[in-house]
T-cell receptor, first 111, second 114 residues
């Protein structure tokens, strides 16, 4: 079945540091890929998405590129802020409407 | 502003109680979903519904049931709550038959079963 694997946290960084969260997937067919973010005390919200190979999703300074050859969708941000402290979820949607999520990565940015 | 609302943010129940979690969306979405979120496990799908009175089991339906009598409302029912159902429950909605569009999430209900 479909699955998503992402690096375990927590990831602790200083402000203005570079952030990478690795995400790899297995799926049948050609899935769409998503990054969701969950800020403390809130539900999930979409951060970015990519729907086909080599697409790059971007939002709020975050980027991720759909790499079919390595089945990856790594999330990056060049300079994090304290307000980026959250839990980040990688997810895919293949056949049907079901999202399959990774385990989540907690990121803590210190001033 | 699109919205998915859940009836409670925090809930404490006793073992054996019947528990209802309510979810309402105002986006006229056909699909609605219930997930539970546990540390290290991410989100796991319990049930989903693609139309009024229609439901399908997700990955972990045991111990749960659902009801969808109106398009905008999707209820999750724990017939007899157990301590292993202590978790964060998230409701989501989305457009039908769409591979590309996102799901919209509610704020979650943190349920504790004593």
């Amino acid at each position: 079945g479909d699955s998503v694997t992402q690096m375990e946290g927590p990831v602790t960084l200083s402000e203005e540091a570079f952030l990478t969260i690795n995400c790899t997937y297995t799926a049948t067919g050609y899935p769409s890929l998503f990054w969701y973010v969950q800020y403390p005390g809130e539900g999930l919200q979409l951060l970015l998405k990519a729907t086909k190979a080599d697409d790059k999703g971007s939002n709020k300074g975050f980027e991720a590129t759909y790499r079919k050859e390595t089945t990856s969708f790594h999330l990056e941000k060049g300079s994090v802020q304290v307000s980026d402290s959250a839990v980040y979820f990688c997810a895919l949607k293949a056949a049907g409407n079901k999202l399959t999520f990774g385990g989540g990565t907690r990121v803590l940015v210190k001033p | 502003d699109v919205k998915v609302t859940q009836s409670s943010r925090y809930l404490v129940k006793r073992t054996g109680e019947k528990v209802f979690l309510e979810c309402v969306q105002d986006m006229d979405h056909e699909n609605m979903f219930w997930y539970r979120q546990d540390p290290g496990l991410g989100l796991r799908l319990i049930y989903f519904s693609y139309d009024v009175k229609m439901k399908e089991k997700g990955d972990i339906p045991e111990g749960y049931s659902v009801s969808r009598e109106k398009k905008e409302r999707f209820s999750l029912i724990l017939e007899s709550a157990s301590t292993n159902q202590t978790s964060m429950y998230l409701c989501a909605s989305g457009l039908a038959a769409d591979l590309y569009n996102e799901q919209f999430f509610g704020p979650g209900t943190r349920l504790t079963v004593l």
